[in-house]
């Protein structure tokens, strides 16, 4: 029987972002879907750690990567810029791939 915090679940049910990955024969993608517009233009996840070179782009959008900056608390905030409505490619949820990078590390002790 699996018991669940309302905390717990909560935790779950409030992060607007959810995670996949694909793998190739060199590396692996990993794909943050956004179920809510950056807050301030800045996505945050947590989930991952960024290397030395580490690209952010979004699916359907036709620009270049977007810029990122490693979390004091680990993870990343990709800046997301500001994008004409007719240039968004989506409106109920957001795919960002990030390519070169790795699974962020806990400080849970």
Partial sequence: MCYVTVIQLLSVLLVYVRYTSKQADDDTS????????????????GAVSATAHTTVTMLGYEAQSFKWDKRARGGIVVHVPAIQVNEIPCYWAWVFKLKHIKPAESNVG
Wanted: charged residues 10%.
């Fill in 30 to 45: 990993v794909y943050a879907i956004s179920l809510a517009w950056p807050k301030d233009n800045q996505l945050i996840l």
